[in-house]
């Protein structure tokens, strides 16, 4: 059984951070190139963060460039996003994906992140 369970986000000022973190079980990580999207109220969902199965590359959206930084623990099945400066704009629920070779995909619940003073 597949499973991508996100935690760390919460409630923080703006200019503030957190990290994310997703935990993967049931799937052969290192194969998984990994990312985080997130859904604002009423918008769709977008990727904010991708990185490669062995962690060597990433690609970020315009947004959040420079701010946020994805990695990965391959020992470990984890993938992180560290976020900083965060903004009202930042606000949203934040999934883990992941993505095999055979182009199945597997998503986590979401963890809820909110940017208000």
């Known amino acids: 059984q597949v499973q991508l369970v996100e935690s760390g986000g919460g409630v923080v000022q703006p200019g503030g951070s957190l990290r994310l973190s997703c935990a993967a079980s049931?799937?052969?990580?290192?194969?998984?190139?990994m990312s985080w999207y997130r859904q604002a109220p009423g918008k769709e969902r977008e990727m904010v963060a991708l990185i490669s199965t062995t962690g060597s590359s990433a690609n970020y959206a315009n947004s959040v460039k420079g701010r946020f930084t994805i990695s990965r623990d391959n020992a470990k099945n984890m993938v992180y996003l560290r976020m900083n400066s965060l903004n009202v704009e930042d606000t949203g629920v934040y999934y883990c994906?992941?993505?095999?070779?055979?182009?199945?995909?597997?998503w986590g619940q979401g963890t809820q992140v909110t940017v208000s003073s």
């Open positions: 049931g799937i052969t990580f290192s194969s998984y190139q």
């Open positions: 994906k992941g993505l095999g070779g055979l182009l199945e995909d597997y």
